[in-house]
């Protein structure tokens, strides 16, 4: 049985993400080209991407949604962790080769990330996380912060005997997802009350990271282009729901102060 990266162990975890797409079939070939994924099934006008058999992502048509509006609350970045350092550099250089248009790349301390946009704006993370015995606290907070990602290091990771990327990694899960919010304070009191999530940092008074059994985030919330932000229009693209597996909490489906929906399942 494939072992499973800490963000996925720990008693609520990401377990799935859907999205509304307005051409959900071009939106899937692009998933299935970034990472890998595997097409699962088609179900209600929804095409289920993951895995090993493992759902990760869900794509729901919606031809006549709006385009998502960055501004508004919403889906800031779907993260999918790779289980090993060695994985993201394979994944960095099928990344160059494929000419995807990366738009950022961080060494957050506790992981080293880079960001793109699918074709309808979608943020993504793609990552790995350094072993969690070597993150540091900072007055009771997981130490993050965003500096440059040292590329070439990473690269050197790399050696001949490493094949080309072509299915992701048998143990990749959504490790967090970070969301647009109007309000991080509401986000983090929201996330404390209906499901118990810890506090695991702060960047300021605009953006919170929270989770469970001590990861270093499973979510975050930031209102950096969106503060202010009331709830989400649900006609418009993007985000539409969440996922996440818990042996701490009864099957039931919330919604957020800003509309999000979160399922919640047994794990």
Excluded: C
């Excluded at 080769?97 to 992981?111: C, I, K, P, Q, W």
């Excluded at 996380?129 to 690269?155: F, H, Q, S, Y």
């Excluded at 960047?203 to 979510?219: D, K, N, R």
Aim: overall charge negative; charged content about 25%.
């Amino acid at each position: 049985m494939t072992e499973l990266p800490f963000s996925a162990t720990t008693p609520t975890h990401i377990a799935k993400v859907g999205l509304k797409a307005r051409d959900a079939d071009a939106l899937a070939k692009f998933y299935r080209q970034l990472l890998g994924l595997s097409e699962l099934a088609r179900r209600d006008g929804a095409i289920i991407l993951g895995v090993e058999g493992r759902e990760l992502l869900e794509i729901d048509s919606a031809p006549s949604a709006k385009l998502d509006d960055p501004r508004s609350s919403g889906l800031f970045h779907t993260a999918f962790l790779l289980p090993t350092r060695k994985d993201l550099a394979r994944w960095v250089r099928h990344a160059g080769e494929s000419r995807f248009a990366v738009t950022g790349a961080s060494d957050h301390l506790v992981s080293e990330a880079l960001y793109l946009n699918d074709p309808e704006g979608n943020g993504i993370e793609i990552y790995a996380d350094r072993p969690k015995e070597t993150w540091k606290k900072n007055a009771g907070d997981i130490a993050m912060a965003t500096e440059r990602l040292d590329i070439e290091n990473l690269l050197g990771e790399i050696d001949a005997s490493m094949p080309a990327w072509s299915d992701a990694p048998e143990a990749t899960v959504v490790g967090h997802v970070h969301l647009r919010v109007g309000d991080p304070k509401a986000a983090e009191d929201w996330w404390h009350s209906e499901l118990g999530f810890d506090t695991m940092a702060r960047y300021g008074s605009q953006a919170v990271f929270l989770a469970s059994g001590g990861y270093h985030h499973h979510i975050g919330a930031n209102s950096w282009a969106s503060a202010g932000a009331g709830p989400r229009d649900p006609d418009r693209a993007g985000l539409a729901y969440m996922e996440l597996a818990s042996s701490d909490h009864a099957a039931r489906t919330l919604r957020d102060p800003w509309g999000t929906e979160i399922r919640v399942t047994a794990a």
